[in-house]
């Protein structure tokens, strides 16, 4: 789908599945506001609760498994 040299960050590759239009943006970009149906379905990624979900809160969670799973008690 034309990703080739665009993913160089673990938020863009996670954007190019959430939020295709996120790839590339800053971490501030704002993908979802409070009153729409897409902010509805994630607002639990509103992790300040300011109403709006960016791409750094959405990403987080992914960020986080990724840092667990590189722990030293993962390794075989």
């Given at each position: 789908a034309g990703?080739?040299?665009?993913l160089s960050?673990?938020?863009?590759?996670?954007?190019?599945?959430l939020w295709p239009a996120a790839v590339g943006?800053?971490?501030d970009?704002?993908?979802f506001s409070r009153g729409s149906i897409?902010?509805?379905q994630n607002?639990?990624?509103d992790l300040?609760?300011?109403g709006r979900?960016?791409?750094?809160?959405?990403?987080?969670?992914?960020?986080s498994r990724l840092t667990t799973g590189l722990g030293t008690g993962y390794y075989g």
């Open positions: 990703w080739t040299g665009k960050t673990l938020s863009d590759v996670y954007m190019a599945i943006k800053s971490g970009t704002t993908l897409y902010y509805t607002s639990s990624l300040n609760g300011d979900v960016t791409k750094d809160e959405a990403a987080s969670p992914v960020q």
